[in-house]
T-cell receptor, first 113, second 110 residues
Framework: KAGVTQTPRYLIKTRGQQVTLSCSPI?????VSWYQQTPGQGLQFLFEYFSETQRNKGNFPGRFSGRQFSNSRSEMNVSTLELGDSALYLCASSLGTDLREQFFGPGTRLTVL | GIQVEQSPPDLILQEGANSTLRCNFS?????LQWFHQNPWGQLINLFY???GTKQNGRLSATTVATERYSLLYISSSQTTDSGVYFC????????????FGKGITLSVRP
């Protein structure tokens, strides 16, 4: 069974631009969660989607948004990029809701210049 | 929100040694997971263990939910065990979010 995949793996953007990251969960998994990892703040929960609905959202500004498609694939969008958005963005999938037994993708490393 | 403290922050071992990693949390939770992040950034799920004890090869974990801590045991460590170990806790249900600790950096020397 294929694992969680994320594209692209690396991305360089400039301040003010927007970016879209993609995540494909493990086949059969319906929950997709997104996390931001930085050296200063560590791993922080962004949001979770289940059956195309956002179930929970972390403490991030509205510039961070996401969506989930009917095939469970998910995208995350960050608008008006700031230098502080430079981070490793991780996607995780799980079979059901409640963030149990999460399986992570390799991440997208975003650099904002 | 929930506070998660992991100790020790850093650990250096010789290959073959055993170790115990600790995770303390500030509230009653019903979701607790241990992850290993390898040097390439990949997070690997080790255990989903909101209570009780589980074992998987050289690794085992115990969570005492009533006392708000969890322990991860690594026996006969290998260089491939190096990386950062994270504990993540949370609730299931409508407010399901995972809060991660800062991690424990383990270096296993040959």
């Amino acid at each position: 069974k294929a694992g969680v995949t994320q594209t692209p793996r690396y991305l360089i953007k400039t301040r003010g631009q927007q970016v879209t990251l993609s995540c494909s969960p493990i086949s059969g998994h319906r929950s997709v969660s997104w996390y931001q990892q930085t050296p200063g703040q560590g791993l922080q929960f962004l949001f979770e989607y289940f059956s195309e609905t956002q179930r929970n959202k972390g403490n991030f500004p509205g510039r961070f948004s996401g969506r989930q498609f009917s095939n469970s694939r998910s995208e995350m969008n960050v608008s008006t990029l700031e230098l502080g958005d430079s981070a490793l963005y991780l996607c995780a999938s799980s079979l059901g809701t409640d963030l149990r037994e999460q399986f992570f993708g390799p991440g997208t490393r975003l650099t904002v210049l | 929100g929930i506070q998660v403290e992991q100790s020790p922050p850093d650990l250096i071992l010789q290959e073959g040694a055993n170790s115990t990693l600790r995770c303390n949390f500030s509230d009653s939770v019903n979701n607790l997971q241990w992850f290993h992040q390898n040097p390439w950034g990949q997070l690997i799920n080790l255990f989903y263990i909101p209570s009780g004890t589980k074992q998987n090869g050289r690794l085992s974990a115990t969570t005492v939910a009533t006392e708000r801590y969890s322990l991860l045991y690594i026996s006969s460590s290998q260089t491939t065990d190096s990386g950062v170990y994270f504990c993540a806790v949370g609730y299931t249900g409508a407010n399901s979010k995972l809060t991660f600790g800062k991690g424990i950096t383990l270096s296993v020397r040959p």
